[in-house]
């Protein structure tokens, strides 16, 4: 099936089922036994508010759209400008080309080429692989250029658990600190212990009228080294993320929208390695030196 989106390919292997876009490599649906674990939509549709998406070479925004790298000023477009930021990278428009396609497992590739604004060439890699536990995303990136590269991941999966919308499901995320925003431009501010905040959820609660737009860090892995962020109903029934240190943030954000369709009917859990503004502070930012690698993956999951 071709459209708006792309290509949209499909995979079916240990009882799920999943679609995958080329448009941006995005996640269209993924269901487990007939049950949803991601909120899907309409492939012959626009995406709507960035599903699935792959996002790089950096997760969020960067503020004003400017940042410095080794000594030289930037400015990319402003992607949104209802807030005056470039917003999740510069591949969630982009149409990947489908590499090796099995039942269980598709590859996707771009590049990204030097423009004003990044003037790097990047070439990235998306692994789709339903594996028994879920399907695992792995996302690699080489610098093919000829000079270092800041660089960072996310992704922009909405996750759902039976019943309506968010605010009667439970959310469990081992963080010990969030950071704060500020303004309707959601500037990146301090990062502060969640200890006596509402934005707490290290034990499994409702998520309830919460408003949670939010960088989470300060991840606790279990004994498998893992990290989890689990959402799910009252029986607990849901979806989870689950990822290693690669990616030591978490982008949380109970989907607020205007359209009713859309509002608070998916709960956004976006692993990255690094935080919302990273371009401008240069935390934990990946310096890609000429010709090095680097690759994460995440896996979501039932619960």
């Known amino acids: 099936m071709s459209g708006i989106n792309g290509q949209v390919l499909t995979l079916k292997a240990h009882g799920f089922t999943a679609e995958i876009a080329t448009l941006g490599a995005t996640l269209v649906s993924l269901e487990y036994q007939g049950r949803p674990l991601v909120r899907a939509f309409d492939p012959l549709g626009e995406r709507p508010a960035y599903s699935g998406a792959i996002l790089a070479p950096w997760p969020n925004r960067v503020t004003d759209g400017n940042y410095r790298w080794d000594g030289v000023q930037y400015q990319l477009p402003l992607s949104e400008p209802a807030r005056g930021h470039a917003l999740h990278g510069l591949v969630t428009d982009d149409l990947f080309t489908p590499g090796e396609h099995a039942d269980q497992s598709l590859e996707l590739r771009t590049t990204i080429s030097p423009s004003e604004g990044y003037p790097f060439e990047i070439q990235l890699a998306i692994t789709y692989q339903l594996e028994a536990q879920g399907l695992r995303i792995t996302a690699a990136v080489t610098n093919n250029g000829s000079q270092a590269a800041p660089f960072g991941w996310g992704s922009h999966a909405y996750l759902v658990a039976?019943?309506?919308?968010?605010?009667?499901?439970?959310?469990?995320?081992?963080?010990?600190?969030?950071?704060?925003?500020?303004?309707?431009?959601?500037?990146p501010k301090d990062v502060v212990s969640v200890d006596s905040t509402e934005l707490d959820?290290?034990?499994?609660?409702?998520?309830?009228?919460?408003?949670?737009?939010?960088?989470?860090?300060?991840?606790?892995?279990?004994?498998?080294?893992?990290?989890?962020?689990?959402?799910?109903?009252?029986?607990?029934?849901g979806?989870?993320?689950?990822?290693?240190?690669?990616?030591?943030?978490?982008?949380?954000?109970?989907?607020?929208?205007?359209?009713?369709?859309?509002?608070?009917?998916?709960?956004?859990?976006?692993?990255?390695?690094?935080?919302?503004?990273?371009?401008?502070?240069?935390?934990?930012?990946?310096?890609?030196?000429?010709?090095?690698?680097?690759?994460?993956?995440?896996?979501?999951?039932?619960?």
């Open 162 to 187: 039976p019943g309506k919308n968010v605010n009667g499901w439970n959310l469990s995320l081992p963080a010990q600190r969030v950071q704060l925003i500020e303004g309707e431009r959601l500037l």
């Open 201 to 237: 959820f290290r034990s499994a609660r409702v998520v309830g009228d919460t408003f949670i737009d939010h960088a989470y860090t300060g991840l606790d892995a279990g004994e498998d080294q893992l990290i989890r962020a689990v959402l799910t109903d009252e029986n607990g029934i």
């Open 239 to 303: 979806s989870q993320v689950i990822w290693d240190e690669t990616q030591p943030w978490v982008q949380i954000h109970t989907a607020d929208r205007d359209d009713p369709e859309l509002n608070r009917t998916g709960l956004a859990i976006e692993p990255m390695t690094c935080p919302p503004g990273a371009f401008n502070s240069g935390e934990d930012v990946i310096r890609l030196e000429p010709g090095s690698s680097h690759q994460t993956s995440w896996v979501i999951a039932p619960a």
